[in-house]
């Protein structure tokens, strides 16, 4: 029988508040905002020094990561229906007949296509890896999951097993 252990970590600090819209051809909802909530489980083997990967590593490095998208406005830069433009420290956004302009300092232009949770969820998934990564703390860690909740009872997870090396 294979065995692993696991840990999450869910604590009241690792949020953000965005503002973001949907948009795709013909269909763009108004801009809004969220408190995101986001949630990090990691499985693997036990190590010798008894943790899967330390809690307090996980909550610094999540915390880093929602800590740059808060209080900004959420740009997908891969969107296949948005222009957007950076003019000094402005950017622009042009969806159809719409217009928006924000301070640059004011978005989180991101490498994603729509700016769902889902979405957010892989890119946080993305940049914890590297993180983790960057800090050769991988080697026993099987599976990264990450979840984004724009709400209480309604979130959304991105989850990829990890190649141990």
């Given at each position: 029988m294979k065995s692993q252990f696991s840990i999450h970590v869910a604590k009241e600090n690792l949020k953000f508040s965005a503002a973001h819209f949907i948009a795709y051809?013909?269909?763009?909802?108004?801009?809004?905002?969220h408190n995101y909530q986001v949630g990090v489980r990691v499985e693997g083997r036990l190590a010798a020094t008894g943790y899967v990967l330390?809690?307090?590593l996980i909550k610094r490095l999540t915390k880093e990561i929602a800590d740059r998208l808060d209080e900004r406005t959420i740009i997908p830069a891969l969107s296949d229906c948005l222009k957007i433009e950076r003019h000094g420290r402005q950017v622009h956004l042009r969806y159809e007949d719409d217009t928006f302009s924000i301070p640059a300092s004011d978005a989180a232009i991101l490498?994603?296509?729509?700016?769902?949770?889902?979405?957010l969820a892989r890119y946080i998934w993305n940049e914890l890896y590297k993180a983790?990564?960057?800090r050769a703390a991988l080697a026993d860690v099987i599976t990264l999951e990450v979840s984004v909740a724009e709400g209480p009872?309604?979130?959304?997870?991105?989850?990829?097993?990890?190649?141990?090396?």
């Open positions: 051809p013909g269909f763009r909802e108004p801009l809004h905002g330390d809690f307090g490498p994603i296509v729509h700016s769902s949770a889902e979405e983790l990564e960057d009872g309604q979130s959304a997870v991105y989850r990829s097993d990890i190649e141990l090396k």
